[in-house]
């Protein structure tokens, strides 16, 4: 599906993030996000827990144990191992991989939350990103249960819904989004988003030379379930492990064929209460005519 003629997007690269953060940072600072609560989860180094409405660009920490041996070839955290626990496993202590991945609203090429806006405040730009507009909004929700991935929100504080603009101004100026410009690994890449996909797959290949088989590309394929994302993912591990749905479905596929039934349901009704008028009609002249036959007698 040709949506832009020069569609961009984001390729991020998930196996060289350091989980520093400054993504996030620069959305929240460039896009005037506010805070998130300021919650601290003392269970992990994940301080924004997930995306929401104060929350667009989110870097997830993944902190996995696995049997020593079964290490992925990074090594373990800190190059040694962290302890063992009483049965030669891996001890409460021991860490021995941190995946981290920098979750954002993915600007599906089919995208659910476009489809049941109401008001038109989701449109699709002319670098065929999704982006909602704040003036329009008129807080109804919709788009939150269509999203396939959970990333659309809207604010407690206003209840319009919020979610990645891809730097829709910054990109009008020129200018890549503040996430990508900020992530000193370049684990977040923006571009054309064809150039990206070579990019990512080149990368992938690579990474497999090294010795690195479990590296995937998500989102990556315009024959799946949204018809392709306009932000994908290198990821080192099952998409469920960093939260995504392994399998993503445009949430309103069906409605085509929803409102040909219902269309279908409606004629048959008209059709049916014709019927019956003309019907009660013929019956009444009927016995209007016996009634005018019984006078003559
Ligand atoms: S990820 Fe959700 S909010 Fe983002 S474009 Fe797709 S459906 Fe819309
Ligand atoms: S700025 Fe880059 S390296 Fe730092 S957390 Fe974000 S994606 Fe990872």
Not at 35 to 62: E, K, M, P, Q
């Amino acid at each position: 599906m040709d949506i832009a003629p020069n569609r961009y997007g984001f390729f991020t690269d998930t196996s060289i993030c350091i989980g520093c953060k400054a993504c996030e940072v620069a959305c929240k600072e460039w896009n005037d996000v506010p805070d998130d609560g300021f919650v601290f989860r003392a269970t992990s180094y994940d301080n924004t827990g997930s995306l929401g409405a104060n929350t667009w660009r989110h870097v997830a920490f993944i902190e996995q144990q696995r049997p020593v041996g079964q290490a992925d070839g990074r090594g373990q955290v800190g190059g040694q191992d962290q302890g063992e626990g009483p049965a030669g496993g891996p001890g409460p202590d021991s860490i021995e991989r941190w995946l981290m991945s920098s979750d954002v609203c993915k600007h599906c090429t089919h995208a659910a939350c476009l489809d049941v806006c109401p008001t038109g405040a989701l449109f699709r730009t002319e670098f065929g990103t999704v982006v909602v507009q704040e003036d329009i909004c008129n807080g109804c929700g919709y788009c939150v249960p269509a999203c396939p991935y959970g990333v659309i929100d809207r604010r407690e504080r206003d209840g319009r819904a919020w979610k990645c603009t891809m730097c829709y101004d910054r990109q009008l100026g020129g200018l890549e989004p503040a996430c990508a410009k900020a992530c000193p690994t370049d684990s977040i890449q923006f571009g054309p988003l064809d150039e990206l996909r070579l990019r990512a797959e080149e990368r992938v290949e690579r990474l497999h030379e090294e010795g690195r088989p479990e590296a995937r590309l998500y989102g990556a394929s315009p024959d799946d379930g949204v018809g392709g994302d306009g932000a994908f993912f290198l990821l080192l591990d099952e998409p469920e492990v960093y939260g995504l749905p392994p399998d993503p479905v445009v949430t309103t596929r069906d409605l085509p064929a929803m409102w040909r039934w219902a269309g279908g349901a409606a004629v048959s009704l008209v059709g049916a209460m014709a019927v019956s008028f003309l019907s009660e009609r013929l019956v009444g002249r009927i016995a209007a005519h016996d009634r005018s036959l019984g006078r003559r007698r």
